[in-house]
């Protein structure tokens, strides 16, 4: 689980004040926010990145982070990008790909191409692979549904769900309306506040466009 | 992690390879013939002409004439031509179309062996020029030179004579020690060892340039390596965090792969410099490391600070080629102005440069 309690964030030229977020075992927040509104600062401190300037931020467990650029290297195939930061043998990755709830993201498919020759959904899939090898409790995402093509949305989405159905607490930063549907609790980030949004309220509506 | 850049050191020597053709190559030619540029104005004389008439009595006169011409100091200098009567020379000089002129007289070599020691003509003009000069003296020398060459040849038939030998005798005598003298002149280094100043010069000089250009060419390897760096990256970072690796690990890991790059790349220098003859010391394949070391983690603290390849790539163009030439690497400071001379040992690199060029050459 993640407790966040009076939580002061500094970042570029900005401030976010007053956040207080709990998320239990089984539990997806979505945080929405215009561009620029601390979104990835706010998953950057809850990874233990960036030092809050006040408050708490509480994580029981390990925590996996999905950046929005992706740390794969490019000239590297998917199976060497995945080996690289797992400590399991070649045979134990190819098993978890089918057997492991990352199974979902259908990476065994392209997994011996190298990282250049992928699309940006295989791309992400195969970032969010690497991170769920290791077996995290708190799974950070952020914009994991950017410049994603439908059936690549529809695989992270169906992960997402494993995830929290297996006892997994998931963060999820993004602009996109289709995943917030499947978080228990949307927070958005405006004006240097976090602000829990009402249940009902569109997307569109809190973002005011 | 050590696997994966193993694999990605593999994957990315072409590349370097390629930066090596296209640089190296360029590189190659510079300290090969840096020197021919920089010493062109040395090597140029300008010639002035004398004229000698020599008589077909002995082809000593023959010999002399092609030993003079061709001593080093006459042969950049002189042009000596050959004319067929005694007052050619005369006229020659005397209109100014040769600036001195030797009359060498019927039976002077008989003279020579006879001990009469007959007397050459030396023609010359009132020198007007600093060069006319210069000439004039130059075959004074040579006529005293001459001239105590006669008289020692004397003073052996005098010897001869006291001691009773025939005329043939003291001859055939003659003849042998002449040939060892002319073997004697035509080598004789063996009297006087000969250094020439410009060939040590030079030969520092492409010393140098390899050690500094080598240097350069592992230096503006940035060009290549700063696409490798992961480290630079953010969410790179960020992962090697969560997955318990600190960034100095990065750093190091990061600049151990660079090294060993760059250690490939002096590899194939070496190799190319073995090729045109120029061999470095063997033991510099030990002692470059710690160079190769210092540049890689300057590269790689370069990539973590710009973040950015292309933006490592041109800054470390620009600076690799300010301190390369602040400390004397890409033209020698001897060529440079005082300021440069002065400034040099407050630049790190000249201490490298100083360093690798004892490791190649000792």
Same mark, same amino acid.
């Given at each position: 689980m993640v407790e966040i309690k009076d939580l002061t964030l500094n970042y570029k030229k900005s401030v976010l004040t007053g956040v207080n977020i709990t998320a239990d075992k089984g539990e997806c927040i979505g945080l929405l926010g215009l561009n620029g509104s601390g979104k990835s600062t706010l998953l950057t401190a809850i990874a233990g990145i960036k030092k809050p300037a006040a408050g708490t931020i509480k994580v029981g467990g390990k925590v996996g982070f999905v950046t929005? %650029? *992706? @740390? =794969?290297? %490019? %000239? #590297?195939?998917g199976i060497d990008n995945l080996m690289m930061w797992s400590p399991l043998s070649k045979k134990d990755i190819l098993k978890a790909l089918t057997d492991s709830e990352a199974a979902v993201l259908k990476t065994r498919d392209f997994i011996d191409l190298k990282v250049r020759r992928m699309s940006g959904g295989m791309k992400k899939r195969l970032a969010i692979t690497s991170v769920i090898l290791e077996h995290p409790d708190v799974l950070l995402l952020d %914009?994991? =549904?950017? @410049? #994603?093509?439908i059936p690549a949305k529809k695989d992270i989405i169906s992960f997402i769900d494993t995830f929290k159905s297996g006892g997994g607490t998931v963060f999820v930063a993004s602009h996109s309306e289709d995943i917030f549907a499947h978080c228990d609790r949307v927070y958005y980030l405006h004006d240097g506040k976090c602000e829990q949004l009402p249940e009902g309220q569109s997307i569109a509506g809190a973002l005011n466009v | 992690m050590f696997k994966a850049y193993l694999k990605r050191i593999l994957l990315f020597m072409p590349f370097v390879l390629c930066y090596l053709m296209a640089f190296g190559f360029a590189a190659l030619c510079i300290v090969t013939y840096g020197d021919a540029f920089l010493f062109k104005d040395k090597s140029s004389f300008s010639a002035v002409r004398l004229v000698c008439y020599l008589p077909g009595d002995s082809d000593l006169n023959d010999l002399g004439l092609s030993l003079v011409s061709k001593i080093d100091s006459v042969k950049e200098t002189v042009i000596i031509d050959r004319v067929d009567t005694e007052e050619e020379v005369y006229d020659i000089v005397g209109n100014g179309e040769a600036i001195a002129g030797v009359v060498i007289p019927e039976g002077f070599i008989d003279s020579v062996f006879t001990g009469e020691n007959m007397q050459a003509t030396v023609v010359y003009r009132d020198g007007g020029t600093f060069m006319e000069h210069a000439v004039n003296d130059l075959i004074l020398t040579l006529s005293n030179l001459l001239g105590t060459g006669q008289s020692v040849i004397r003073t052996g038939y005098d010897y001869v004579n006291q001691t009773g030998y025939s005329s043939s005798e003291y001859r055939n005598a003659m003849d042998r020690i002449s040939e060892e003298s002319v073997t004697y002149v035509l080598d004789r280094n063996r009297l006087f060892d000969s250094k020439d100043q410009d060939a040590l010069q030079v030969f520092t000089l492409k010393e140098k340039m390899t050690a500094s250009y080598s240097l350069f060419l592992l230096m503006m390897s940035v060009f290549v390596f700063a696409f490798f760096y992961?480290? *630079?990256s953010s969410a790179f970072m960020t992962r090697a965090k969560l997955s318990g690796y600190k960034p100095f690990s990065i750093y190091l890991i990061e600049t151990l792969s660079v090294t060993f790059m760059m250690y490939l790349l002096f590899l194939v220098m070496y190799g190319a410099l073995y090729a045109v003859r120029i061999h470095l010391n063997f033991k510099t394949l030990v002692f470059i490391i710690p160079v190769l070391l210092l540049f890689s983690a300057v590269i790689t603290g370069v990539c973590y600070l710009l973040k950015k390849p292309t933006a490592v790539a041109f800054t470390g163009f620009g600076a690799g080629i300010v301190v390369m030439y602040t400390a004397g690497g890409l033209m020698p400071l001897e060529y440079m102005s005082k300021f440069f001379t002065l400034a040099a040992p407050f630049n790190p690199m000249y201490y490298v440069i100083n360093y690798t060029l004892e490791v190649m050459f000792g």
């Open positions: 929005q %650029e *992706n @740390a =794969l290297i %490019e %000239e #590297l195939t %914009e994991p =549904l950017a @410049a #994603l093509d | 992961k480290g *630079n």
